[in-house]
């Protein structure tokens, strides 16, 4: 069980706010404010797509640099036939958890279409 300041239970609802809202929580005051509140955000959801065709690639992790580096050296098996890779979208998330519910829905039909979109544009 974890023991989080006011100041961190609000910024968490920030955060699930942001990320409801299509937001990639990527600003840079959120950040800032996740590390005064003592919040770390940690676990990434990743979309990757090959350079060589259209094949996606969705994952999590903690470390997304390394995570890309892997892919692109074909030490992975289910992408190395498509490499190279570059990240065309990531969220962040606090808990592993809840990163693996939304890899897992991202890996949905809907999750799919809606990458889709992303991919395409309007």
Known sequence: MYCLSAEALV?????IWARSSVACLESAS????AD?????IVYYVYVLKSDLDNHFYTGQTKDIDARLS?????????????KPWKIVYYEKYITRNEAV???KHLKSRAGRKWLKQIDTGP
């Open 11 to 15: 910024l968490i609802k920030r955060i």
């Open 101 to 103: 519910k939304r890899e």
């Open 70 to 82: 892997l892919h692109n050296s074909g030490k992975v098996n289910s992408t190395k036939r498509y």
């Open 30 to 33: 959120l950040r800032a404010e």
């Open 36 to 40: 005064r509140a003592g919040v770390f």
